[in-house]
């Protein structure tokens, strides 16, 4: 499936496939209503009035956004890179790799996410990808070896409990580790406060930013109507322990969706959150 | 010859993981991790490698090491007194 995906976007332009892609999206999202409706409750986190159609037209989206990862993953890094036009807050991590410190870089199930890395190495920063196990191994293997085309590496966070040793590990030596934190995990939830209600974000990898003494850097990537991309990267939030862990990880998470309620308000079309994060 | 007891163990337990159980129930033989033990996570094993770092002064940086020390409470209190005992002998 990911090589035909692959395959298509060789040989078809992107204006092209995006639309296949949205036109499968489409089609998708009017063929598992039970789906949209998980879309739709997470949305109307961010604000009571979006309906089936906006739940919809995440599901379009998305499949632009799939054409879009394709048409990058089968360009050279340097052709790939011309569909961000927009970078903001780039200094950022500039300035930290300078100090010779590695870096958490916290995003959302926002836009494009995965161009993340691809900033990051061409911008000549070290950088890992944190992700959980896919479906299967060979997907993983798939997107592990997509995401090194552009030298970004991928640590696979399954069920080890000692997998966070590894992430310190790259931390201390310099890595910019990429992760996601706007989805609840079955043992590291905390409650953040949306517009339209409390949702659940897996903030723990927050204390180990503060363990390794390194800074945590939220970031987006959205599409803008032209196509193109817009990354923005936020001021650094350096990670000082409360007086208890639950505490901790409250505050920063909040601090964080804060940062992430703008842009997700602006552009819920892109906040592909297909599985329900609010909080019981 | 380095002692930890059990009670410090406990504490250090206590004061760094989310448990589930009353401290007093926390033998030598109780498992950390999996059913039927004290039900850490990967959070609180993190938190757990902070408490003895600023604790004991030793850090764990390998994974594999970490899982073979945190089987249980005694594994622990023998890894600790291994790591205090080369740290005496440096």
Redesign the interface.
């Given at each position: 499936m990911f090589d035909l995906g692959a395959w298509v976007a060789r040989w078809l332009p992107l204006r092209v496939t995006r639309a296949l892609a949205s036109f499968f999206g489409t089609l998708y999202a009017l063929t598992h209503p039970t789906r949209v409706s998980v879309v739709q409750r997470n949305l109307q986190l961010l604000d009571a009035s979006h309906g089936l159609e906006s739940a919809r037209r995440v599901y379009r989206e998305f499949g632009k956004t799939l054409a879009d990862y394709f048409y990058i993953g089968t360009r050279s890094p340097a052709e790939a890179m011309k569909i961000i036009n927009h970078i903001e807050g780039q200094e950022h991590l500039q300035k930290i790799h300078e100090s010779g410190k590695g870096a958490l870089i916290v995003t959302g199930h926002l836009g494009l996410f995965e161009l993340g890395g691809l900033l990051m190495t061409q911008s000549g920063l070290p950088a890992a990808v944190l992700t959980l196990p896919e479906p299967s191994n060979a997907l993983t293997d798939w997107r592990a070896r997509y995401r090194y085309r552009w030298k970004a590496d991928t640590i696979e966070i399954g069920t080890?409990?000692?997998?966070?040793?590894?992430i310190?590990?790259r931390l201390r030596q310099g890595t910019f580790v990429a992760t996601l934190i706007d989805r609840p995990h079955p043992?590291?939830s905390t409650p953040v406060r949306l517009p339209n209600g409390i949702a659940s974000f897996s903030a723990?990898i927050l204390?180990?930013a503060a363990?390794c003494q390194v800074p945590v850097v939220p970031a987006t990537m959205i599409r803008r109507r032209d196509g193109s991309y817009h990354a923005q990267v936020f001021d650094p939030i350096f990670i000082e322990e409360r007086s208890s862990?639950s505490e901790t990880l409250r505050l920063y998470s909040q601090q964080i969706a804060d940062l992430f309620v703008p842009v997700l308000a602006a552009h819920p079309e892109q906040w592909y959150q297909f599985v329900p994060i609010a909080s019981s | 010859m380095t002692t930890i007891h059990l009670d410090d163990l406990r504490k250090l337990l206590v004061d760094n993981c989310?448990l589930r159980v009353a401290p007093e129930e926390i033998q030598m033989e109780t498992t950390l991790?999996g059913p039927g033990s004290l039900g850490?996570?990967?959070?609180d094993?993190?938190?757990l490698?902070?408490g003895i770092e600023k604790s004991y002064g030793v850090a764990?940086?390998?994974?594999a090491a970490?899982?073979e020390a945190?089987q249980s409470v005694q594994t622990l209190q023998q890894w600790l007194t291994r790591q205090q005992e080369s740290k005496l002998s440096a």
């Amino acid at each position: 499936m990911f090589d035909l995906g692959a395959w298509v976007a060789r040989w078809l332009p992107l204006r092209v496939t995006r639309a296949l892609a949205s036109f499968f999206g489409t089609l998708y999202a009017l063929t598992h209503p039970t789906r949209v409706s998980v879309v739709q409750r997470n949305l109307q986190l961010l604000d009571a009035s979006h309906g089936l159609e906006s739940a919809r037209r995440v599901y379009r989206e998305f499949g632009k956004t799939l054409a879009d990862y394709f048409y990058i993953g089968t360009r050279s890094p340097a052709e790939a890179m011309k569909i961000i036009n927009h970078i903001e807050g780039q200094e950022h991590l500039q300035k930290i790799h300078e100090s010779g410190k590695g870096a958490l870089i916290v995003t959302g199930h926002l836009g494009l996410f995965e161009l993340g890395g691809l900033l990051m190495t061409q911008s000549g920063l070290p950088a890992a990808v944190l992700t959980l196990p896919e479906p299967s191994n060979a997907l993983t293997d798939w997107r592990a070896r997509y995401r090194y085309r552009w030298k970004a590496d991928t640590i696979e966070i399954g069920t080890d409990s000692f997998a966070f040793l590894q992430i310190a590990g790259r931390l201390r030596q310099g890595t910019f580790v990429a992760t996601l934190i706007d989805r609840p995990h079955p043992s590291d939830s905390t409650p953040v406060r949306l517009p339209n209600g409390i949702a659940s974000f897996s903030a723990g990898i927050l204390l180990l930013a503060a363990h390794c003494q390194v800074p945590v850097v939220p970031a987006t990537m959205i599409r803008r109507r032209d196509g193109s991309y817009h990354a923005q990267v936020f001021d650094p939030i350096f990670i000082e322990e409360r007086s208890s862990r639950s505490e901790t990880l409250r505050l920063y998470s909040q601090q964080i969706a804060d940062l992430f309620v703008p842009v997700l308000a602006a552009h819920p079309e892109q906040w592909y959150q297909f599985v329900p994060i609010a909080s019981s | 010859m380095t002692t930890i007891h059990l009670d410090d163990l406990r504490k250090l337990l206590v004061d760094n993981c989310m448990l589930r159980v009353a401290p007093e129930e926390i033998q030598m033989e109780t498992t950390l991790f999996g059913p039927g033990s004290l039900g850490l996570d990967s959070i609180d094993a993190l938190q757990l490698t902070v408490g003895i770092e600023k604790s004991y002064g030793v850090a764990i940086k390998d994974p594999a090491a970490a899982k073979e020390a945190f089987q249980s409470v005694q594994t622990l209190q023998q890894w600790l007194t291994r790591q205090q005992e080369s740290k005496l002998s440096a």
